[in-house]
């Protein structure tokens, strides 16, 4: 018997579901033993019945025993799909850093939904301003939620996107039975940088020219990014995106810094308090660098970590 | 009865929707809309980010295009910091671009629309997918897999991250290519201009041929065009360009890419997170009538072919000389969509190959250090989905202070409303609701690959 999959995209920019297609050949051989039962960017499982005539009330996701979500949950109906899908499969995936911590929409999070409302249908220099949809579309909740702050997660598959290796692993893991074998180690710990100490350094700085190095030589010749003055997450990032070759985290390999898109090395960990005590320890003042809770906690703004300033007196 | 059909959610597209149609107590399609159900607000939230970031934090707008917001940004920002991108930086940037196009339309047209007709727009939804194609024509769908493959890997190889990218930075490009990258990207791009020439092949034989008159029509309206052009002699230009928006009629107003909001407005409906933009400039407001439309046109491929006056590769131009003489300029006919999507794969891929035998790409100057400052920017590409637009303004601190953006798919808005309701008076007859029916009425939203 095929292994049932449903899988779901809610707050997301379909870039995890790209990455299973990305997959390739690998997915062709795989797909003998899936069968998908939904999955909305390939197939056409409806949630109101194949006519559209069910009741609105009973959003219906079939049976699977592997189910897969990306994106975080934003407004009533990603709820609503979410804890259907968690109602119908056997086991549950967070699919990408959007699912797992939030990722980038979670950056909204650092402001209330009346900016937001306020902005986007009344103050764009295009916009003929009116007031706020609100007919028909489900209502946004107050913010945005990473999957486990509203139900329970089995499999947390970190990354913006996830490497496909991985997602692959995480499959086949479970047809197998078995645990999947996912990094749990840092960004730095799988980078091939050269790493000399810190020596003067006393701040970092924007990127605003390129680092350092000679692009004749393989990454493993150029100096850490990080002691070159530059600022890179990843001494509290998770590691993973080098796939299972390993070569070199994916923004290295275009000789630019990290930024934390797999979130914290840790599940519950914060990447903003972990990197200013990194760089604390090391002496390195980041006071002067614009946009802290923004820049980093890029990634990782759900469970509460960035919340609207408080309003101005 | 009256009573409300809700096709939720809309499949095999990129985005988030759901249809509804109302039929009224005779069966009859009485209003139709397509609602987008979401909004996520990175208008709002780069506020206060410095500027060179942004590049990375918007293409998490779109999964499938990256590439596209990674470009307009970074287009943007070069702007507002003054910045003077060297030829060779520049040269990427278009190279990595149009290299994405190609994998966006082999996507699009085998992934989620091939199924509805190589398998038949009324097949059991459970086959009617990409799955499904793989086990009825094994062979082709080995080679699409294969081939899209090959254009990621080739994006990924050389710039690192193809979902999400971050080799763009503001004032040109984080590495330079290397003789070796170039050889392999020269001979990877050969390959793919061959399966390009054999997706038309298999596609004019196989699916265009067999597009009836019904299938022409489908979702069919009657609207103006909007894409970039090429200044100089009015040809397809997906880099960059001055923006051309035809009217139905096939007249024309040519403008610069920082006027955008002197030609084009957004209107917000009560029932869509989506706004919906319309050529201001006519003054004919707004109307998504089926009879009497106002300022509405349409983006995408087929707009792109339409406006344009000519392709200056010879494979492509061929394919659009054949594609006008059957069709006419402006071609209205939605379903065509699908067959200006491959005309252009046919060009992405020789341009593809013309930008890679210039040898100066390999100079090792690509980027120029920049200076945060106050100013604007506003950086246009042409994404799969239309034509897209980032405009910045940032901060003495190079800071972003406001932003507005226009995203490809957003162009198409209201003519998918209009398609959407086309195509349901057209397929639903008497209260007679079938699965190809509302397929049908899927289908039409497809073609714009919103
Ligand atoms: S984790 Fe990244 S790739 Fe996945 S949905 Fe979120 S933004 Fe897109
Ligand atoms: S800080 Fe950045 S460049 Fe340095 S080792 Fe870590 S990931 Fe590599
Ligand atoms: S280097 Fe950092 S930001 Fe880049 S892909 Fe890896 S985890 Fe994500």
Redesign the pocket.
């Known amino acids: 018997m095929a292994l049932r999959v449903a899988e779901e995209?809610l707050?997301?920019?379909?870039?995890?579901?790209?990455?299973i297609l990305n997959l390739g050949e690998r997915l062709l051989a795989l797909a003998p033993q899936l069968d998908f039962v939904h999955m909305p960017l390939l197939m056409d499982h409806k949630y109101f019945g194949q006519l559209g005539d069910g009741d609105l009330k009973r959003l219906e996701i079939p049976q699977a025993e592997l189910g897969l979500v990306?994106?975080?949950v934003r407004n009533q109906e990603h709820l609503e799909v979410l804890q259907a899908m968690r109602a119908n499969c056997g086991t549950l995936v967070a699919?990408?850093?959007?699912?797992?911590h939030g990722?980038?929409?979670a950056l909204i999070n650092g402001l209330a939904n009346a900016e937001l409302m306020e902005r986007y249908y009344r103050g764009c220099e295009t916009n003929d301003p009116a007031p706020d949809p609100t007919e028909t579309v489900p209502p946004f909740l107050e913010r945005v939620y990473a999957l486990d702050e509203k139900v329970k997660v089995d499999i947390y598959l970190?990354?913006?996107?996830?490497h496909p290796d991985h997602i692959a692993e995480a499959v086949l893991a479970f047809l197998e039975g078995r645990e999947p074998a996912l990094p749990h180690k840092s960004v730095c710990d799988a980078c091939p940088t050269v790493r000399q100490g810190k020596g003067q350094l006393k701040s970092v700085r924007r990127f605003l020219q390129n680092a350092q190095y000679d692009p004749a030589k393989p990454i493993a010749d150029m100096r850490c990014l990080l002691e070159q003055g530059l600022l890179c997450m990843g001494p509290v990032t998770r590691a993973g995106c080098s796939g299972a070759d390993g070569e070199a985290p994916r923004c290295l390999k275009a000789r630019v810094p990290c930024r934390g898109?797999y979130g914290p090395v840790r599940q519950n960990g914060n990447q903003m308090l972990d990197m200013l005590n990194a760089l604390a320890s090391n002496g390195i003042d980041i006071k002067t660098l614009p946009d802290r809770a923004g820049g980093l906690l890029r990634?990782s703004g759900a469970h509460g970590r960035l919340r609207p300033r408080p309003a101005a007196k | 009865m009256a009573k409300t059909i809700n096709i939720q959610p809309v499949t095999r597209i990129e985005g988030h929707a759901r249809i509804s149609i109302q039929l009224d107590d005779q069966g009859r399609v009485a209003d139709s809309k397509l609602h987008i159900m979401a909004m996520r607000g990175f208008e709002k939230f780069i506020e206060g980010r410095p500027a060179e970031e942004v590049p990375r934090i918007v293409s998490?707008i779109c999964?499938i295009c990256p590439w596209m917001h990674h470009t307009a940004a970074n287009k943007a920002v070069d702007q507002c910091f003054g910045a003077q991108v060297p030829p060779a930086g520049r040269k990427l940037r278009e190279l990595m671009q149009v290299m994405a196009h190609i994998s966006d339309k082999i996507l699009h047209f085998f992934f989620l629309a091939a199924p509805d007709f190589v398998m038949g727009a009324g097949a059991d939804y459970k086959i009617r997918n990409v799955l499904g194609l793989a086990q009825a024509a094994p062979e082709l769908a080995a080679q699409v897999v294969k081939m899209r493959q090959a254009g990621q890997m080739m994006l990924e190889r050389f710039a690192g991250k193809v979902?999400?990218p971050v080799a763009m930075v503001p004032g040109g490009f984080a590495k330079p290519m290397s003789q070796k990258e170039r050889d392999e990207l020269l001979a990877g791009a050969g390959e793919q201009l061959e399966f390009a020439k054999f997706c038309m092949k298999y596609a004019k034989e196989n699916v265009f041929a067999k597009l009836d008159q019904d299938a022409l029509s489908l979702g069919r309206i009657t609207t103006g065009f909007l894409g970039l052009v090429d200044p100089a002699d009015g040809s397809l230009n997906l880099f960059d360009g001055a923006l051309r928006l035809m009217k139905p009629d096939g007249s024309y107003l040519d403008f610069n890419c920082r006027q955008y909001a002197d030609f084009l407005g957004e209107r917000v409906e009560t029932w869509s997170y989506g706004k919906f933009p319309y050529a201001r400039v006519w003054g004919e407001g707004f109307s998504m009538d089926l009879e009497a439309p106002k300022g509405i046109y349409r983006s995408n491929t087929l707009a792109r072919l339409n406006v344009c006056d000519r392709i200056n590769t010879p494979l492509a131009q061929a394919e659009l000389e054949e594609f006008r003489r059957r069709f006419g300029r402006p071609a209205q006919s939605t379903t065509l969509y699908h067959w200006a999507r491959l005309i252009e794969l046919v060009y992405a891929c020789e341009r593809v190959l013309e930008i890679l035998e210039d040898e100066t790409i390999t100079d090792p100057l690509v980027r120029n250090p920049v200076e945060p400052r106050a100013g604007r920017g506003v950086g246009c590409v042409e994404a799969p989905r239309g034509s897209l637009i980032h405009d910045y303004v940032t901060g003495d601190d190079g800071c972003i202070a406001s932003a507005n953006m226009i995203v490809g798919t957003t162009h198409n808005l209201a003519p998918m409303n209009m398609s959407v309701r086309r195509a349901a008076l057209d397929a639903i007859k008497g209260g007679q609701v079938s699965e190809e029916a509302l397929n049908q009425v899927e289908m039409a939203v497809r073609c714009y690959d919103p």
Do not use: K
């Open positions: 995209g707050s997301s920019c379909s870039g995890c579901e790209v990455a990306s994106g975080g699919l990408g850093t959007c699912a797992t990722g980038i929409p970190p990354g913006c996107p996830p898109c990634f | 998490r999964g979902i999400h």
